[in-house]
């Protein structure tokens, strides 16, 4: 069974052309599917504004559990910090499963026949289109069967994937929808939170730029 940071990779893909669609933040968004995985799992809960270990015990995944070891000894931080730190070189990491598996393929390509260009691309039938089915059913009756669920919506809601996971635009929820499931937890809250930290450190290092080429 995929984990939970898996099966967001796997929505993160275009199913056509493979190439990643989260704007530049999946590492964000991954980092916070870790911290969700801790919070279900009763590792980490929020104590006032800071994340606390509850439970330092292995959850069985080497992903998370590498980051959990991190997480307990260090002193407890902002939920977005967290997020933030374990974004760290997670992508790979967390995607190493599906391509060994063969659930992602990777394809090395070029576009304009000069610039290198990977892609990953999903077997039919398999893991995400499950995946989809299940989310479909989640906001097309607005409730979830389990938290696990409601945290990738969740998520997707966070990094603004809706458009890829729900190609359907009649079938596609709402924003004012989505958005209620990424601010029903704190995990999806300081994942946002942490989107939005990097979004405007690169407007600020945009504009600066900008005013260094002015002058």
């Not at 892609?119 to 289109?129: E, K």
């Not at 089915?133 to 696990?148: H, I, M, N, P, Y």
């Amino acid at each position: 069974m995929s984990t939970l940071p898996q099966e967001l990779a796997l929505l993160a893909y275009d199913r056509t052309t493979g190439r990643e669609r989260t704007g530049g933040y999946l590492d964000l968004a991954l980092g916070g599917a870790v911290l969700f995985t801790l919070a279900l799992a009763g590792r980490v809960d929020l104590d006032g504004k800071k994340v606390r270990v509850l439970d330092p015990a292995p959850t069985g995944d080497p992903v998370v559990d590498e980051r959990l070891a991190t997480l307990a000894a260090d002193k407890p931080r902002a939920p977005h910090t967290v997020v933030e730190r374990f974004a760290k070189k997670l992508t790979e990491a967390v995607r190493d499963g599906p391509v060994a598996d063969g659930t992602l393929r990777h394809e090395r390509g070029k576009t304009l026949g000069i610039f290198p260009v990977n892609r990953y691309l999903q077997a039919r039938g398999g893991i995400g289109d499950e995946t989809r089915v299940r989310l479909a059913s989640a906001v097309r009756t607005g409730r979830t069967s389990d938290e696990r669920t409601a945290a990738l919506l969740g998520l997707v809601a966070a990094v603004h994937l809706e458009k890829t996971v729900f190609p359907d635009r009649d079938a596609r929820p709402d924003r004012k929808r989505l958005k209620a499931f990424a601010e029903a937890h704190w995990a999806g809250s300081a994942t946002r939170k942490a989107i939005a930290n990097r979004q405007g450190a690169n407007a600020a290092v945009a504009s600066g730029g900008g005013g260094g080429g002015g002058g």
